[in-house]
């Protein structure tokens, strides 16, 4: 599976920005997405998840309600839909994938490129 990420940005506090990955591959319908995250300085950590037919959901407790993950098997594509972000969602996020089921963020076994985003204060 390769994996295309883009939509990150710089954005304001409070606002929304949707991440959207592309996917190559048939085995993208056999593969858990996910998003994972990399602050500087800091661990990988798991954002979002979602199963192989869309309809089962994980997030980082930190998400809160504000982040929404989803996926289209038609179009090899999975979108993570973030609202009210916040100055410390500043990272590069990173659309990943796995053949199981996994919220851990060092599990996955596909990684993309990374996208970067940016929440001023």
């Known amino acids: 599976v390769q994996l295309q990420a883009s939509g990150g940005g710089l954005v304001q506090a409070g606002g929304s920005l949707r991440l959207s990955c592309a996917a190559s591959?048939?085995?993208?319908?056999?593969?858990?997405m996910g998003w994972v995250r990399q602050a500087p300085g800091k661990e990988r950590e798991f954002v979002a998840a979602?199963?192989?037919?869309?309809?089962?959901?994980d997030y980082g407790d930190f998400v809160k309600g504000r982040f929404t993950i989803s996926r289209d098997n038609a179009k090899n594509t999975v979108d993570l839909q973030m609202n009210s972000l916040k100055p410390e969602d500043t990272a590069v996020y990173y659309c990943?994938?796995?053949?199981?089921?996994?919220?851990?963020?060092?599990?996955?076994?596909?990684w993309g490129q990374g996208t970067q985003v940016t929440v001023s204060s």
């Open positions: 990943t994938a796995n053949p199981t089921y996994t919220t851990w963020a060092q599990g996955y076994r596909y």
């Open positions: 591959g048939r085995a993208f319908s056999m593969s858990v």
């Open positions: 979602i199963t192989l037919s869309g309809t089962g959901t």
